[in-house]
């Protein structure tokens, strides 16, 4: 069973739709939940960044972390074309990071 | 702030020849920076952790013989891919830690280089 898992998509939305991205996880000693973005040939940008259960919001995204279901959430309202990217999620307990495999999102105007 | 460069963004080279990537915090001090390689529509593949002032810690499979790493003061780290070969193409990506946020956990990663070995 892989540490991280995370839904590769692609996943297409129309544009001013809100967009779920969801990743699970298997080691109850992860402490730290982040969500990156990385556009195509770039390297991934930090956009959230969670340390404990509950929601963490953000301009037009929300982080949802469920240590409880091991189960972590990035939202997106009123997703819009700049948006289309590859999102990965990523978790770390002591110096050990894990990245989940990325979901592909396309949100056409 | 937590600024990561990466050069050169992209590199062609000859088969056999080695290629050095430079890897650096621009406005803090990283101890830690990793260096991560991604095959197309792949995640990220942790190859090795570089602590400054001493050796790299490589991830099982990685050649430390073929990618050296050093990592030479606490803005600085170097991946020199050795003795390059078509199978090393790929986008090689460096990341550090910024514990002056306060979130030694987060990392902050630099553009990528794409190298392609011909």
């Known amino acids: 069973q892989k540490e991280v898992e995370q839904d590769p998509g692609p996943l297409s939305v129309p544009e001013g739709a809100i967009v779920s991205l969801n990743c699970t996880y298997s080691?109850?000693?992860?402490?730290?939940f982040m969500w990156y973005r990385q556009y195509s040939r770039k390297g991934p940008e930090l956009l959230m960044y969670t340390y404990s259960s509950g929601n963490k919001e953000d301009g037009r995204f929300t982080a949802q972390v469920d240590k409880s279901s091991k189960y972590i959430s990035l939202f997106i309202r009123d997703s819009q074309p700049s948006d289309s990217a590859t999102y990965l999620c990523?978790?770390?307990?002591?110096?050990?990071?894990?990245f989940g495999t990325g979901t592909s999102l396309t949100v056409i105007p | 702030g937590a600024v990561v460069s990466q050069h050169p963004s992209w590199v062609i080279c000859k088969s056999g020849t080695s290629v050095k990537i430079e890897c650096r915090s621009l406005d803090f001090q990283a101890t830690t920076m990793f260096w991560y390689r991604q095959f197309p529509k792949q995640s990220l593949m942790l190859m090795a952790t570089s602590n400054e002032g001493s050796k790299a810690t490589y991830e099982q499979g990685v050649e430390k013989d073929k990618f050296l790493i050093n990592h030479a003061s606490l803005t600085l780290s170097t991946l020199t891919v050795t003795s390059a070969h078509p199978e090393d193409s790929s986008f090689y990506i460096c990341s550090a830690e910024n514990p002056g946020q306060g979130q030694k956990e987060t990392q902050y990663f630099g553009p990528g280089t794409r190298l392609l070995v011909l």
């Open positions: 080691n109850s000693a992860f402490q730290y």
């Open positions: 990523a978790m770390s307990s002591g110096n050990q990071f894990y």
